[in-house]
């Protein structure tokens, strides 16, 4: 996710190709350095859908379809609107 | 001859006046909540609507293929999503004791679904001061699933980061009683009429009150 644009595709891979598994590590390292949080979205066997926060490659499910990379939360709050 | 036409001319321009009022409060409305926002120097240099409004449609289309189907429509519908509280006894679920609303770039509100109660506000935001494309706020709907995401997955640390406040300092209160009341409805009707796979449960616009507080 990147402000004023949205989505943006880092990397693509199949996990199983180990060059493709290595860009794909290296491309989360980075991310995870610049300070973003790493999330893979999941559905419940009842169906409900979650999240679950990743902090290293090897907490991402082998089948993940994707990771998504947000901004670190911040407590904060803009002056009061009312 | 004179007079027929005159007074057709006045009611003529009344009732132009008239069709034409909502919109011209509406975008003075918005001039002028710009204006405040550019003095308050919270618009960015180079703020570009064109951009900004391609970044949220990616930004739909990226929550959208993550929460399920009901919670696309009620984010289509009413402009917010609802989500269980799992840090009770309960556990996540709609046996819990609490749950959450999150609005677009305003703080989570913690309530009791039981009584409507509410409980607390969380300030918290994804700011990337990196400012890749000239800002560092995400568009709504990104703003919006990354509350999802971090909640959903680790609600006690989104909590922990989060600055808390009594409910009121920046949401107001009367409006998310309001909202949990049209959630209801909107609950009651969905009931009756199910979500068709691949499709809301209404129409797919925001609700105007959201899309200006966003």
Redesign the interface.
Same mark, same amino acid.
């Given at each position: 996710m990147k402000p004023g644009h949205g989505e943006i595709v880092l990397a693509e891979g199949d996990v199983e190709v180990p060059e493709q598994e290595q860009e794909l590590i290296e491309a989360f390292r980075r991310e995870l350095d610049a300070g973003m949080w790493a999330a893979v979205p999941t559905a419940t066997p009842g169906g409900r859908r979650e999240a679950e926060l990743v902090k290293s490659f090897d907490e991402v499910p082998r089948d993940a379809e994707r990771v998504i990379f947000f901004p670190r939360a911040a407590g904060g709050a803009p002056p009061a609107a009312r | 001859m004179g007079l027929p036409l005159g007074t057709a001319t006045v009611v003529l321009v009344v009732l132009l006046w008239e069709l034409a009022r909502p919109t011209f409060k509406r975008t003075l409305t918005r001039l002028h909540l710009l204006w405040r926002e550019h003095q $308050?120097g $919270?618009i960015p240099a180079g703020y !570009?609507p064109g $951009?900004?409004r &391609? @970044?949220?449609? &990616? #930004?739909r %289309?990226?929550l959208r293929? +993550?929460?399920?189907e009901r919670?696309w429509a009620m984010y289509s519908d009413l402009g917010f999503l609802h989500v269980w509280g799992g840090l009770g006894d309960h556990g996540r679920g709609s046996g819990a004791a609490y749950a959450y609303l999150i609005y677009p770039h305003k703080?989570i509100v913690a309530y009791m679904p039981q009584t409507g109660e509410l409980l607390n506000e969380y +300030?918290? %935001?994804?700011? !990337?001061l =990196?400012?890749?494309?000239?800002?560092? /706020?995400?568009?709504d709907s !990104?703003d919006v699933? #990354?509350k999802?995401? %971090?909640l =959903? #997955?680790?609600e006690r $640390?989104?909590v922990g980061? @989060?600055?808390m406040?009594l409910p009121g /300092?920046?949401v107001?209160p009367d409006r998310v009683r309001r909202d949990i009341a049209r959630l209801r409805r909107w609950e009651q009707q969905l009931a009756r009429e199910p979500i068709q796979p691949g499709g809301g449960s209404g129409s797919d616009g925001l609700d105007p009150d959201n899309i200006r507080a966003a």
């Open positions: - | $308050r $919270r !570009d $951009r900004e &391609r @970044a949220e449609q &990616r #930004a %289309a990226l293929s +993550c929460v399920s919670d703080p +300030c918290v %935001a994804f700011p !990337d =990196t400012k890749p494309y000239g800002s560092s /706020r995400l568009p !990104d699933l #990354a999802w995401m %971090a =959903t #997955a680790d $640390r989104l980061e @989060a600055n406040h /300092r920046q107001d």
